[in-house]
């Protein structure tokens, strides 16, 4: 049995969502499934640089405790 990479949804997690980021999921995959453009990037909808800061917080390093 494969197991599942760390960054794969488990479907069973889905049931602890809070609403609104389940709202949230929903709205999103929504839109993906409405539009007839093929792969929607962020930054074409005006996003890019805000998203150039969410990639930068989620790659660094998580601060130690103690450190």
Known sequence: ???ARPWALQIADIFGLD???ANDI???IGFLGQTDRGAVY???LG???EMQDIIALW???A???GA
Request: glycine share 0%; aromatic share 4%.
């Open 63 to 65: 601060s130690r405790p």
């Open 1 to 3: 049995m494969e197991r």
């Open 26 to 28: 929903t709205t999103v």
């Open 47 to 49: 996003f890019a640089e």
């Open 19 to 21: 609403v609104a980021i």
């Open 59 to 61: 790659r660094s390093p």
């Open 42 to 44: 962020i930054d074409s």
